[in-house]
């Protein structure tokens, strides 16, 4: 508890416990109405103050308005009535201070479940000092390429590739997944992560700032500025809200007691005030106004904690539309590490078609090219690569010691003019054509395989609602039929370029029958920026080191894993069933107690109760949402 909350709790308490007292003092007149303001002023100081200075600054409508008005005009009445009941108004503030109060403790904690998650900054890193004992820096200091050391137990403060060491590495609070990942030589470290065993000596590829740790805290300070819909509704609400009901409460107060009188009645002055003054109280629409933000703000903390990053509250909200999910098919449902399966040379050896590949495909980022390289791992060997040219979904260009060589799909072989010879072999595998100078050289077979989860993430997520499931693939079309059949997934369209999968997507987007039937798109990334940013909500695979990722999606799956993904769908649907409980609950009672309010059925007691109970259950329904899975 932060000492603010307990100042609170303690004001609570005394007030209470001395208005229980006060029950008990046989006083009347001036002193028992001062005895009562000892109470009052103490648990509603605040709330009179905050009321008047809001009158000051001319936006007075606010919760705190309406109960000095309310608390107030109860004493007010008391005095004049001479009844002496004066607990009433002390009772109202009470309960109205143990529901703030109520909502400042739940607030805190998911704030601090989130700052849990902004743990991963790191406060420092390691620079390796002359006697070989760690220096440490501000991680903002350290340069590309500088070597850092990692000690047992530290945070890997920016993105790198281990240089020497093994170890394992806690990835716990980006992904969600509990098991260590397991680094040696070679591998990447990224930011955010824990070493748990060895040192780890580690040359940073990236300034802190560009560090996948940095983008992730940016994503999650940014995300609760991003309204939804379901919040825009309420402040659009209230705007029409609050007038309406201090026009009915003044409505309420002079419209009867003026029609008793000119029909020759007693007015009953007191009686109507009274009722205006519980309409008032009533009226407070404290629980929907505090617990949708919270459940959009808790549930985006709980993806987040799944290794689910969400940009924002409106796609949380999106997400739980999605009717249509559109996949990518290299890199998100498969591994996109492609074997050499064959190499089928026309006129040169079968080592030399691979070294020109490897050649051609040394500068690319495509899984494919680092495919090739790691089968054909002798780099330095002098030969010149020069001008090279990527042709997104077809292939790359390039001259290799002198000769125009070329390395991709059929259609790239169409655009250099050579003659493909189909393989007889491999049928439905992966194939990459080579040409040089225009002149046809032969294909290498590769072969690429699903991910484990796959098949179970499109069964998952058809679990949870998803109606269609599409593969796009630049690959061949039997490439893409047979990864289909294997994954049990509806559609498979292949041979697309990047333009020709936005049209399908837009085809898509057309045919569906509601605006509400959401289409998402899930991709690893690499050249799928167009498709992401065109559907209802983008999603990006595997943002642990991949930078386009975390850029042009609206939601980051932290790790590689397509499970994830239903993970994400399954939480976000679950989080708006949570706010919309809150929002007819809320606006039920609240009716329900008006109604009951106007005709003078629930004085201010029960109403300040109901007010306080809903607002109470709305917020612990609300943290749930932190805790979903
Ligand atoms: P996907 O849609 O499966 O992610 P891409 O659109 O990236 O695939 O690529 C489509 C096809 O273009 C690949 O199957 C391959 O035939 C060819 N291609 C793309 N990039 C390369 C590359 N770097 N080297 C060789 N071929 C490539
Ligand atoms: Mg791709």
Same mark, same amino acid.
């Given at each position: 508890m932060e000492p603010k909350q307990k100042k609170n709790l303690a004001r609570i308490l005394i007030a209470a416990a001395l208005t229980a007292a006060l029950h008990f003092v046989p006083v009347t007149g001036a002193p028992r109405f001062a005895l009562y303001m000892i109470p009052y002023l103490t648990v509603g100081y605040d709330v009179l103050r905050k009321a008047f200075e809001g009158i000051k600054n001319r936006q007075p409508l606010d919760e705190c308005l309406l109960m000095a008005v309310a608390t107030i005009g109860a004493i007010a009445l008391a005095l004049y009535q001479k009844s002496g009941d004066y607990a009433e108004a002390v009772a109202v503030m009470l309960f109205y201070q143990i529901g703030e109060w109520f909502q400042s403790y739940a607030v805190g904690k998911s704030r601090r479940s989130i700052s849990e998650l902004m =743990?991963?900054?790191?406060d420092y890193a390691n620079l390796e000092g002359e006697d070989g004992r760690p220096v440490r820096v501000d991680p903002d200091e350290v340069e590309v390429g500088t070597v850092i050391l990692v000690q047992p137990g530290?945070?890997?403060?920016i993105d790198g590739v281990v240089v020497s060491g093994a170890s394992s590495l806690d990835t716990a609070a980006l992904t969600g997944e509990s098991a260590p990942r397991d680094v040696a030589e070679g591998d990447e470290a990224v930011s955010g992560c824990i070493n748990l065993t060895g040192v780890l000596r580690v040359r940073t590829t990236k300034e802190f700032g560009e560090s996948t740790v940095s983008k992730v805290l940016e994503l999650i300070e940014d995300a %609760?500025?991003?309204? %939804?819909h379901s919040e825009n509704f309420i402040s659009k609400f209230a705007r029409v809200y609050t007038p309406a009901v201090v026009g009915s409460a003044l409505a309420l107060a002079l419209l009867p007691p003026l029609g008793l009188l000119l029909a020759?009645?007693? @007015?009953?002055w007191g009686t109507w005030l009274y009722r205006a003054l519980t309409f008032l109280v009533i009226s407070c629409p404290c629980a929907l106004v505090i617990s949708i933000p919270l459940s959009f703000f808790a549930g985006l903390g709980g993806a987040s904690r799944q290794g689910v990053l969400i940009k924002g509250s409106n796609y949380l909200e999106t997400l739980s539309e999605v009717k249509t999910v559109v996949f990518d098919k290299t890199? !998100?449902? !498969?591994?996109? &590490?492609?074997?050499? !399966?064959a190499i089928h040379p026309e006129h040169m050896d079968e080592r030399q078609l691979l070294h020109l590949a490897a050649h051609v495909e040394r #500068?690319? !980022?495509h899984p494919i090219a680092s495919s090739l390289r790691a089968a #054909?791992?002798?780099?330095?060997?002098g030969c010149s690569v020069e001008d090279v040219e990527e042709v997104a979904g077809c292939g790359i260009t390039a001259r290799v010691n002198g000769s125009a060589a070329a390395v991709g799909n059929e259609r790239l072989m169409e655009r250099v003019g050579a003659r493909v010879r189909a393989c007889?072999?491999?049928?439905d595998g992966t194939i990459l054509h080579v040409a040089v100078n225009g002149e046809y050289e032969g294909h290498i077979v590769i072969s690429d395989v699903v991910k484990p989860h796959s098949a179970q993430a499109i069964a998952a997520l058809r679990g949870c609602g998803v109606t269609r499931t599409v593969m796009l693939t630049g690959d061949r079309q039997a490439v893409a039929a047979r990864v289909a059949g294997e994954l049990g997934v509806d559609e498979a369209h292949g041979e697309l370029l990047p333009q020709d999968k936005v049209a399908r997507v837009e085809r898509l987007l057309d045919g +569906? %029958? %509601?605006? +509400?039937?959401r289409l998402a798109f899930v991709g690893d990334g690499i050249n799928d920026a167009p498709v992401l940013s065109r559907a209802d909500v983008g999603i990006a695979m595997g943002a642990m080191g991949s930078d386009a990722a975390i850029e042009a999606?609206? &939601?980051?799956?932290? =790790?590689?894993? @397509?499970l994830k993904l239903a993970t994400a769908v399954r939480i976000s649907r679950k989080c708006l069933r949570i706010v919309k409980e809150n929002i007819w609950f809320a606006i039920g009672i609240k009716l329900a107690c008006l109604a009951l309010g106007a005709l003078g059925l629930a004085g201010m007691w029960l109403a300040i109760f109901a007010d306080v109970g809903v607002m109470v259950l709305a917020v612990l329904n609300a943290i749930r949402c932190m805790y979903l899975r």
């Open positions: =743990d991963i900054a790191p530290e945070k890997v403060p %609760s500025a991003r309204k %939804s020759g009645r007693a @007015p009953g890199g !998100t449902l !498969t591994k996109g &590490v492609f074997e050499v !399966t #500068y690319s !980022t #054909y791992p002798d780099e330095a060997d007889e072999l491999h049928r +569906r %029958s %509601s605006e +509400r039937e999606a609206d &939601v980051v799956l932290m =790790d590689d894993d @397509p």
